[in-house]
């Protein structure tokens, strides 16, 4: 398999990039090619993978905003075609919120505290499902309660 290429970015204005710093070099240390783009809008997000030719994009959260910002990504990534690309997400999200966002299709969500060699195998894992066409596509929206 080529090297997974894997964007990480942090939508919005959230400040809170140590997490996604060390997870970032981690990825690096396994074999994986990372850009790391820090804050940027849904647009911006996209465009960046899509140029990169991303199979991972990776979003950090802890301000508490996901459902506002995460969605947004998620259509991004179906209007330009990147419905292959394997999303996750890393921050504090309450289980409710979690359901939707996987629903949605972010393929997994790392809470503070995750094994950074877990968060790794599950990009490897979810990167060579997609490869083979078994994994779910993301999803055509999510249903706000």
Same mark, same amino acid.
């Given at each position: 398999m080529?090297?997974?290429?894997v964007v =990480?970015?942090?939508?919005g204005l959230d400040s809170h990039y140590r997490g996604t710093m060390v997870v970032s070099r981690y990825l690096v240390q396994q074999? =994986?090619?990372v850009v790391y783009v820090g804050n940027q809008t849904a647009e911006q997000i996209v465009r960046t993978v899509l140029t990169e030719?991303? %199979?991972v994009l990776g979003l950090s959260s802890l301000s508490g905003n996901h459902l506002a910002t995460v969605p947004p990504i998620l259509a991004g $990534?179906?209007?330009s075609g990147l419905h292959d690309v394997l999303v996750v997400l890393g921050g504090i999200v309450p289980s409710a919120d979690a359901e939707v966002l996987r629903a949605a299709g972010?393929?997994?969500i790392f809470g503070p505290g995750s094994e $950074?060699?877990?968060?790794? %195998?599950?990009i490897r894992d979810g990167v060579a499902r997609r490869a083979a066409q078994e994994a779910p596509a993301?999803?055509?929206g999510i249903a706000m309660a």
């Open positions: 080529d090297r997974i290429r =990480m970015a942090k939508p074999g =994986m090619e030719d991303a %199979q $990534l179906r209007s972010v393929h997994e $950074l060699v877990t968060i790794a %195998q599950t993301i999803t055509e």
